[in-house]
């Protein structure tokens, strides 16, 4: 193999060769801040800092243009409209919107095709030459190359959700190699997923479960096979359900499955979560009695609900990086930029149940009276609204005074997130990233859901029931009893309110082919106060901040931009675009 340069990301292993064990002679020209293959695979520790670096290139959450604003959960008021590419229809293969290579709030930067693939090859260097590197334990190779292989996995599922079938890469492409290679059908892009987690599972050992949730394991690897298979079965990728998506596309194998019977990967998703559950290593976060302040601290505390997450790393996650959604989605009088950044849409905060179970309305005149009255407790942990007792038992105030002027936090919508902020310590100064939590790729909720999902479409809605009860029940809220397509409902509103914020909408609208539903207007709250200089006795309605949403099906689908359709000519173009 050929002598290069690989750039270690690490600051860690940065600081490990700035501090050289013997003198070097002042003559010595080899670049210091620069590691060859030899130095990297011949040391455990360089090796393993390899591996770090692909984990730290996964995708990160708390950004400052959150995935949010490319859904019907909020809107994006910054210079650039950057969710609006696929709100309003109109990504282009030189417009992706959010997923761009470069965008100034950092938004879906990880995401993109370019920098996964770039992953994805100093993975692949990983496999190809973790054998030389001497271990002192086997079971510390074996460990290695579980996390190799299971991140091969994790960026290709990344590109799978955006894109349906990329080509797949089981080898390091060097300098000067054909870069022609075509996309794999859809099939054949799960299988390589699936067959890199299965022999990730296989490696990782059951005892290292949780132990360090950073990192995968064979949970985690489980976890993420049951999305994968989730994914793989629904609406989207079936040729029963997809007709009017790929109407007219030459390739609809490279979005979807063209055979095959949809009830078995329907069970194949239903078991892998089922697997998961089965390890009872996992539990929902239930530790304090009041409900509100236990969804709260999910995402606030570490627990066993964590299967997957990223912690803020003050060196790396500079500028709007991770960490930053705290700071940049609170109100301006706390500090935020909720004014100009992601900003909570009214069609979120209606999906939020009455505590009694029922839907919330506009149209019933109780509810109207006071909207934010007697409703799901997960509305108040993750949204904040006029009346919301925020730090320091502050109340959050949006309205307009008689003569128009504006109470404290009035914007455009008059939601702002509340979600992943701890109450309990105060506002988020900009530099603080010790007190923004953890990133949660994954939770336990997620998995039951999973499961409860695919028991559904499998016409279980016994064992469906007893799970997105389970989910409920933890809220605080009455359990569902619906089946069929009512049950079915029930569930992905379950979803959606239970997974706000949570980078999961925008492929749940994909995947259950309802994007004309995801992009009706999307409305904000006004409201006034009828005595100037008094909060007292509110009125509300539903006002439309944002008319200009528009569905159009190209768009369940990222387009591969221009720039890589002119790199590998082998490429075929996603449909519509």
């Known amino acids: 193999m050929k002598k290069k340069d690989i750039y270690i990301v690490s600051w860690l292993c940065l600081l490990s060769i700035a501090l050289p064990s013997c003198r070097k002679d002042f003559l010595d020209t080899e670049p210091e801040d620069k590691i060859s293959d030899a130095q990297v695979w011949s040391s455990p520790e360089l090796a393993l800092e390899v591996i770090n670096g692909c984990y730290q290139a996964l995708p990160e959450g708390h950004t400052m243009c959150m995935m949010m604003s490319s859904t019907d959960e909020g809107v994006f008021y910054g210079d650039e409209a950057i969710g609006a590419a696929y709100t309003e229809g109109y990504a282009s293969p030189t417009n992706q919107g959010a997923f761009a290579a470069s965008v100034w709030s950092w938004s879906q930067m990880s995401w993109n095709w370019d920098a996964v693939y770039k992953n994805i090859r100093n993975i692949n260097i990983g496999i190809a030459n973790i054998d030389k590197t001497p271990f002192a334990r086997e079971e510390d190779r074996e460990k290695a190359f579980a996390d190799l292989y299971f991140l091969r996995a994790f960026c290709h599922f990344l590109l799978m959700s955006q894109y349906g079938g990329i080509p797949c890469y089981d080898r390091p492409v060097n300098l000067g190699e054909d870069y022609s290679k075509p996309r794999n059908t859809f099939e054949q892009t799960v299988d390589f997923?699936?067959?890199?987690?299965?022999?990730?599972?296989?490696?990782?050992?059951?005892?290292?479960?949780?132990?360090?949730?950073?990192?995968?394991?064979?949970?985690?690897?489980?976890?993420?096979?049951?999305?994968?298979?989730?994914?793989?079965?629904?609406?989207?990728?079936?040729?029963?359900?997809?007709?009017?998506?790929?109407?007219?596309?030459?390739?609809?194998?490279?979005?979807?499955?063209?055979?095959?019977?949809?009830?078995?990967?329907?069970?194949?998703?239903?078991?892998?979560?089922?697997?998961?559950?089965?390890?009872?290593?996992?539990?929902?976060?239930?530790?304090?009695?009041?409900?509100?302040?236990?969804?709260?601290?999910?995402?606030?505390?570490?627990?066993?609900?964590?299967?997957?997450?990223?912690?803020?790393?003050?060196?790396?996650?500079?500028?709007?990086?991770?960490?930053?959604?705290?700071?940049?989605?609170?109100?301006?009088?706390?500090?935020?930029?909720?004014?100009?950044?992601?900003?909570?849409?009214?069609?979120?905060?209606?999906?939020?149940?009455?505590?009694?179970?029922?839907?919330?309305?506009?149209?019933?005149?109780?509810?109207?009276?006071?909207?934010?009255?007697?409703?799901?407790?997960?509305?108040?942990?993750?949204?904040?609204?006029?009346?919301?007792?925020?730090?320091?038992?502050?109340?959050?105030?949006?309205?307009?005074?008689?003569?128009?002027?504006?109470?404290?936090?009035?914007?455009?919508?008059?939601?702002?997130?509340?979600?992943?902020?701890?109450?309990?310590?105060?506002?988020?100064?900009?530099?603080?990233?010790?007190?923004?939590?953890?990133?949660?790729?994954?939770?336990?909720?997620?998995?039951?859901?999973?499961?409860?999902?695919?028991?559904?479409?499998?016409?279980?809605?016994?064992?469906?029931?007893?799970?997105?009860?389970?989910?409920?029940?933890?809220?605080?809220?009455?359990?569902?009893?619906?089946?069929?397509?009512?049950?079915?409902?029930?569930?992905?509103?379950?979803?959606?309110?239970?997974?706000?914020?949570?980078?999961?909408?925008?492929?749940?609208?994909?995947?259950?082919?309802?994007g004309p539903e995801s992009t009706e207007n999307g409305y904000g709250v006004d409201v006034r106060y009828p005595v100037q200089g008094s909060y007292e006795n509110p009125a509300f309605k539903p006002i439309v901040v944002d008319d200009g949403r528009n569905w159009v099906d190209k768009v369940y689908f990222v387009p591969i931009t221009t720039d890589e359709l002119n790199k590998n000519t082998a490429l075929v173009q996603n449909p519509g675009y």
């Open 193 to 514: 997923i699936v067959s890199d987690l299965d022999i990730a599972i296989s490696k990782y050992n059951v005892n290292d479960i949780g132990n360090i949730k950073t990192r995968a394991d064979k949970g985690v690897a489980m976890a993420v096979k049951s999305k994968v298979l989730l994914y793989a079965a629904s609406d989207l990728h079936n040729p029963d359900k997809n007709q009017a998506v790929v109407a007219g596309y030459a390739h609809p194998e490279l979005v979807g499955y063209t055979g095959g019977d949809p009830f078995l990967r329907w069970q194949a998703a239903r078991d892998a979560a089922k697997e998961v559950m089965d390890l009872n290593a996992y539990r929902l976060y239930d530790d304090n009695p009041d409900k509100i302040r236990n969804f709260e601290e999910i995402f606030v505390h570490r627990s066993d609900e964590d299967i997957f997450i990223r912690y803020c790393d003050p060196v790396k996650d500079i500028y709007w990086g991770v960490g930053r959604t705290p700071f940049v989605e609170q109100p301006p009088s706390f500090g935020g930029w909720g004014w100009s950044a992601d900003m909570v849409l009214g069609n979120l905060v209606d999906a939020f149940e009455m505590s009694d179970g029922t839907r919330f309305s506009w149209a019933n005149p109780i509810h109207a009276a006071n909207p934010y009255a007697n409703r799901d407790n997960r509305l108040y942990a993750s949204v904040l609204f006029e009346g919301a007792t925020w730090y320091n038992d502050s109340i959050i105030h949006v309205g307009i005074f008689p003569d128009s002027s504006y109470a404290p936090e009035h914007q455009s919508t008059n939601y702002w997130v509340r979600k992943f902020s701890d109450k309990e310590l105060g506002p988020v100064e900009y530099s603080e990233l010790t007190k923004c939590p953890a990133w949660i790729r994954m939770r336990y909720a997620e998995v039951l859901l999973n499961y409860a999902e695919a028991c559904i479409e499998l016409g279980e809605d016994a064992e469906a029931r007893k799970y997105i009860n389970m989910i409920r029940d933890r809220a605080g809220m009455p359990a569902v009893a619906e089946s069929g397509t009512a049950l079915k409902e029930r569930y992905r509103n379950e979803r959606r309110v239970e997974m706000a914020f949570e980078e999961q909408r925008f492929f749940d609208v994909r995947r259950w082919l309802i």
